[in-house]
């Protein structure tokens, strides 16, 4: 609109009604691209947009004046009216994009503003000269050329904005999707009733560990978990019951082990932890986590009779796979669970 506002408000006309006619749209076309750049700030912020009503109201009205005035009034005014209302429109929306910079510190936003703001002072200059015909006839021809500079500024700025806004919009969507990815893989290798890594997790993080164990010499023992009574707790109290005593295992154990180390629901009422530490540290581990049951138990009003039964077996030098550690585990937890009832 700024190119054709300045193409009809420079030519020559040879009859003096439509001269007049043609500069009063070239105004209405100045006042138009002022308030839709002050409207643009709403898309580009991402703000609640406006309704239409109140701008749509008010361009048929500007559309009314500039169309009509011009046959009535003075020249003068009708440019006076059309500076004028350029110069507002361009400082209101130069103060938008200041805001939306200091929000978000986008170069586009920054060009905007001061473009618009040159541009406000140049409107404001021209609407006074309109009454001052000794300034117009010696600065009119500086300040188009300070306006077309400006105008093209703001197109560069625009453009710029632009590729900057789908830019911003391309780099949230990928960080959504990368969260949404986390997610599913989180969901993916996580027991959903505990919270516990689950088998599949197992599976590839044991090789992983196998490996450092092997290559660093550091030790790694098997921890195997069971709930004592847990068919009889179900049977006597039902599954819901069983559920809040599964998952209150489940967060017990990983709040006692360190970020370094694995707690894995096996199955059923049976949990594995993956600990890097000798088979006597991880013999105390298992009895503070015997204590640690019972405290929660009794916190958490949960039905009593139920304990747990553990077994360690550490990791031997050069071993393959965990089976065996596992084997053992599982056979001394057994043994546990006869000794303790």
């Not at 005014?77 to 805001?99: I, N, P, Q």
């Not at 039964?309 to 030098?317: D, F, L, N, Q, W």
């Amino acid at each position: 609109m700024l190119p054709a506002s300045y193409t009809l408000n420079g030519r020559g006309y040879a009859d003096a009604r439509i001269g007049s006619v043609m500069i009063g749209l070239s105004q209405l076309l100045a006042v138009w691209s002022a308030a839709l750049l002050v409207l643009s700030v709403n898309e580009l912020s991402k703000e609640k947009p406006h309704g239409w009503n109140v701008p749509v109201q008010a361009g048929a009205a500007s559309a009314a004046w500039f169309l009509a005035a011009p046959l009535a009034l003075p020249l003068p005014m009708v440019l006076y009216t059309g500076l004028a209302a350029s110069a507002v429109l361009k400082g209101w929306a130069s103060r938008r994009f200041a805001r939306l910079a200091k929000k978000t510190p986008i170069i586009g936003a920054f060009m905007m503003s001061a473009a618009l703001a040159v541009m406000s002072g140049i409107d404001a200059a021209g609407a006074m000269m309109t009454y001052r015909l000794d300034w117009a006839a010696s600065y009119t021809n500086a300040l188009l050329a300070f306006s077309i500079v400006a105008s093209i500024f703001i197109a560069l700025g625009m453009h710029l904005l632009v590729f900057e806004d789908m830019t911003d919009e391309i780099r949230r969507t990928n960080l959504a999707l990368e969260a949404a990815n986390e997610q599913v893989k989180h969901l993916a290798i996580t027991d959903p009733l505990t919270g516990c890594y689950n088998r599949r997790f197992f599976d590839e993080v044991a090789r992983r560990e196998m490996e450092r164990h092997r290559r660093y010499n550091k030790p790694l023992t098997v921890v195997f978990v069971d709930l004592n009574r847990f068919k009889h707790l179900n049977d006597r109290f039902g599954h819901d019951a069983g559920d809040r005593v599964l998952q209150t295992v489940g967060a017990m154990l990983r709040r006692h082990v360190r970020e370094s180390d694995y707690v894995i629901r096996w199955g059923g009422d049976e949990f594995l932890l993956l600990l890097t530490c000798t088979v006597a540290e991880a013999e105390v581990k298992a009895e503070e986590l015997k204590a640690a049951f019972g405290l929660e138990r009794r916190a958490e009003g949960l039905p009593s009779g139920s304990g747990l039964s553990i077994g360690v077996a550490e990791v031997e030098p050069n071993a393959d796979t965990l089976v065996n550690a596992i084997r053992l585990a599982d056979t001394r937890m057994y043994t546990d669970k006869q000794r303790t009832g």
